[in-house]
Each structure stands twice: as structure tokens, then as C-alpha cells.
């Protein structure tokens, strides 16, 4: 199994930009698709982006779609996640995730591993 340890989360100001890191260690990294999720206080977990196991294709739901980008560098075992243009609604913990398969099937894809999250916060 995965193991996922989340990075690079912090305060940032309405409009600004943020890099989320997650390193992978154990199992087989490059073998599986991996996402972001995010939780905000009160509210269910979200998804917000996906890739499959080789870069390749890349999956986005409307309300990140165009300002952020998730990429992979499975020599290294990292996936990252770049947000740009962020607003305060953006702001939860996002979680790293591993999924069972190298394929990303949509939302209902099984997750295999959870990283421990990292807080944003965007200010207003």
C-alpha cells in the first residue's frame, strides 16, 4: 500500500497561487492513478483533480477547471497540485489520494491510500 505525505499547504490571499506537493512511498506509485480531494469545515469530501498513471490525461471538476493543474513525476513519486487564481471558497484540507488501478474511472473510482491533508486558507 501507498504511503502519502501531503505538503506545501499555507495562507494565501484571494487571487494568489499555491503549490501542493504529495510524496508516495511504499507500494507502486507509478502503477496507480492519483487525485486531490479537498474538505471544507462543515462540508463533504470534493474532488478536484485526477490523473492516470502516466501523466497522460488529467481529470478536473468545473469549479477548478482552468486554475489548477495536477502533474506527476513518477521517477521521483510525487504528484503536485497547482493552484492558481485561488478564492476563499477554495480554502479546506486537501487530501492526496491513491487509487486501486492506474486508470481514473470519475469520482467513484476506489481509493486505496489517503494522505493526512494540508490546510489552505485563502484570505479574502
Known amino acids: 500500500q501507498v504511503q502519502l505525505v501531503e505538503s506545501g499547504g499555507g495562507l494565501v490571499q484571494a487571487g494568489g497561487s499555491l503549490r501542493l506537493s504529495c510524496a508516495a512511498s511504499?507500494?507502486?506509485?507509478?502503477?496507480?492513478?492519483m487525485a486531490w480531494f479537498r474538505q471544507a469545515p462543515g462540508k463533504e469530501r470534493e474532488f478536484v483533480a485526477a490523473i492516470n498513471w502516466s501523466g497522460g490525461r488529467t481529470y478536473y471538476p468545473d469549479s477548478v477547471k482552468g486554475r489548477f493543474t495536477i502533474s506527476r513525476d513518477n521517477a521521483k513519486n510525487t504528484v503536485d497540485l497547482q493552484m492558481k487564481r485561488l478564492k476563499p471558497d477554495d480554502t479546506a484540507v486537501y487530501y492526496c489520494a491513491a487509487a486501486y488501478g492506474s486508470v481514473w474511472y470519475g469520482v467513484r473510482t476506489p481509493i486505496g491510500s489517503w494522505g493526512q491533508g494540508t490546510q489552505v486558507t485563502v484570505s479574502s
Open positions: 511504499g507500494g507502486s506509485f507509478k502503477d496507480s492513478a
